[in-house]
């Protein structure tokens, strides 16, 4: 998903189109998170970027888009980008994590 959400309408008031816009986040994400893995993943990660512009945009975690959506509502700007874009996750466990370390020395 690669979209600007303006927050200015001319009927809707601006607390509904807040709700609204996170209840569409929501259902995407559910929606990605319901697809097929690919081979080899362990789980669905997501890059994710926020920001007033597409041009001025800054990476942030997928737990932080509801807070980047008030942030936008409190500093009363018309509109803002959000990206969120799906990738296969990889696990890594901790016994990788010692040998690898283990190896570098």
Known sequence: ???TFSLVHEKIKRPRLID???HEVKKYVKRERNKNL????DFLDFDCRYGQTKDD???IHLSAINKCIDEADKLGIDSFYLEILAKPGFRRSANN???EEELDQ
């Open 1 to 3: 998903m690669k979209k």
């Open 20 to 22: 609204a816009i996170k």
């Open 38 to 41: 690919p081979e080899g993943a």
């Open 57 to 59: 945009t800054k990476e």
């Open 97 to 99: 994590d010692i040998d």
